[in-house]
DNA sequence: CCTCTCAATATGTATATACATAATCACCAT
DNA sequence: ATGGTGATTATGTATATACATATTGAGAGG
């Protein structure tokens, strides 16, 4: 309630007290001390508890709330999420990477290449409202002489228009889009799938084999640029994922 | 260039001015109008082509570069990201809620519950370097009346002692630990297999069809907590990864 | 008892303002 | 030339204020 006169004599780092109140309720979130459904002091409430404007306070609740950690509802207030859900940062590497790191040669090799209006299904994967130009790719990574994973892409034309002038003959699409077009958000889903005679027939494996499937979805800023299929054969491929709680 | 008193005559939308802000400069990013290395314009200019505050633009430039899409640097301006290297948050649900989530009736069921000192085995899932006594635990968790997942678990005792008396007879030992020790890393690993004999009879799918797998283990301040696999049926189960680059 | 309306409330968005801070530039003295 | 110094500039953070908007709850009217 009083002004600020203690200046704070110990631990006083230069920390922003956006930063304080955000890290705060956080960690009141992540260790349980506020369980899911509890409701967080209101806006009001806690610009008394930190001294300062609500638009502070309001800031860093609209952050949290855009993390995904609250929910805010006008007129009944703030709320810790219930999907008490793990995050793990998932680091999914570049392929060439990856297979030079088992030292073995990459190469990659298209197998198909179609530029065309978007049917239904290409909207569907890519999210796309209205029809437009989509390149439609088909490849394969290999390490060493043998097949290492099939890649099936959609590109959005309309959001990345030099990728039509590409061939992507030998050269991925991955890295070369990654390169050229920042993106903002991500999306994947992963599942284990049986080979179909057709992909048994380009990866060189048995029909009905176990196979892991990693789709991605990718937008830059609200649009759509990208939906990637890969599928590993089961032996070649393990996800491995690394995760530190911590929250901005 | 000019100033835009222009209400939006035709497609008015209920957009906030953030939002617009946001999204026009998103835009011109994307489609390459502005390269990485482009100057954005200055706050201050952008406040006088949106005929808004200076607060409004820095708002939405800050959330920008929350984003990664911008950096912004004092007295020199704000400039577009060269494109970042991946990551993806992962969020892997509580198995209760992802079968409620699909409307059906969850339960757990112990199959095996063994306290020993760990073995060699148990030592390399774990990362222990002594031997120690641990809890082995392996049951079935349910969607319905159909075997959802299989999980094999293993405690390590000496950092939550606690769970030795406990009998994890219907409550899954997942959400137990969650509650009462802190964790401070984990590691996941995912992979597809086919099912072998046993899975597939506890599963109740067939020998062989493919299987997602995943493993994690955890860390609570560099001691080793638990090390779990779970099984899923490549049908039930898909991983869904969403990611936005770098947090506030 | 039910519905409709209106006031109260918490959040959403925007403004004008102020001062802090980091980086750069121009200038001056050596 | 060179090195320091201070002014300038753009962003960073915070405040007080205002009004919009969604939602709830209580009370009026049927």
Redesign the interface.
């Known amino acids: 309630m009083s002004i600020i006169e203690t200046v704070d004599a110990e631990g006083s780092e230069a920390v922003s007290l956006h930063q304080r109140i ?1 890290s705060d309720i956080s960690e009141k979130i992540l ?2 001390a506020w369980p899911p459904g509890h409701r967080i002091p209101f806006e009001h409430e806690l610009t008394a508890e930190y001294n300062c404007s609500r638009m502070t306070v309001n800031k860093a609740l609209s ?1 949290l709330a855009k ?1 995904g950690l609250i929910e805010r509802r006008r007129r009944s207030g703030s709320f810790v999420r ?13 392929i060439r990477i990856e297979v030079e790191a088992l030292g073995l040669a990459y190469r990659y090799q298209r197998l198909e290449r179609l530029k065309r209006r978007s049917n239904a299904e290409d909207r569907t994967l890519l999210e796309l409202a209205a029809s437009g130009p989509v390149l439609a790719l088909k490849g394969l990574h290999f390490a060493g002489q043998r097949p290492f994973a099939h890649e099936q892409r959609l590109i959005n034309l309309a ?1 990345v ?2 990728a039509g002038e590409e061939e992507f003959l030998d050269i991925a699409p991955g890295p070369w889009l ?17 080979a179909s005679d057709h992909i048994a027939d380009v990866l060189d494996i048995e029909a ?5 499937v990693v789709e991605r979805r990718t937008w ?4 759509p640029v990208t939906h990637v299929r890969f599928i ?1 054969p ?1 032996e070649s ?9 911590s ?2």
Chains 1, 2 share one sequence.
């Open positions: 955000l260790s349980g952050q993390a219930r999907p008490q859900s793990q995050a793990a940062v998932l680091e999914i590497h570049d959001a228009a030099e990654i390169g050229r077009v920042p993106w903002s958000q991500a999306e994947h889903r992963i599942r284990a799938i049986a009905g084999a176990p196979c892991l830059s800023a609200e649009h590993y089961a491929h393990t996800l491995v994922a690394r995760f530190t709680p929250q901005g």
